[in-house]
């Protein structure tokens, strides 16, 4: 069983920097693959990156590629998102999920999840 607990979201202006942590309890975090997902009011859960149990594979949105990073770290059982170059568009709020298995784009495959944290991009 793992517990989920995000961090670090706000208020940015467009073109600025967060970034995000998740913190994992549970021993077996580092057996998981972890994503990271995003809601707007009123629009769907969307993928935005996953990463696998050793970090060696990662996929990302194609909306975020080349502006988001996924890295995690098992030792201190977190995985973080750093977002650059954010956009209006990225106004959300941010949740990130574990798995057992593959890392995966969809939000159902997904057993546990954390509360979420907001982040906000002013034009």
């Known amino acids: 069983h793992v517990q989920l607990v995000e961090s670090g979201g706000g208020l940015v202006q467009a073109g600025g920097s967060l970034r995000l942590s998740c913190a994992a309890s549970?021993?077996?975090?580092?057996?998981?693959?972890m994503g990271w997902f995003r809601q707007a009011p009123g629009k769907e859960r969307e993928f935005v990156a996953a990463?696998?149990?050793?970090?060696?594979?990662?996929y990302y949105a194609e909306s975020v590629k080349g502006r988001f990073t996924f890295p995690r770290d098992n030792a201190k059982n977190a995985v973080y998102l750093k977002m650059n170059s954010l956009k209006p568009g990225d106004t959300a709020v941010y949740y990130c999920?574990?798995?057992?298995?593959?890392?995966?784009?969809?939000?159902?495959?997904?057993?546990?999840w954390g509360q979420g944290t907001q982040v906000t991009v002013s034009s």
């Open positions: 990463i696998s149990w050793s970090g060696g594979i990662t």
């Open positions: 549970g021993r077996t975090f580092r057996s998981y693959a």
């Open positions: 999920a574990a798995r057992g298995g593959y890392p995966s784009g969809r939000a159902y495959e997904y057993d546990y």
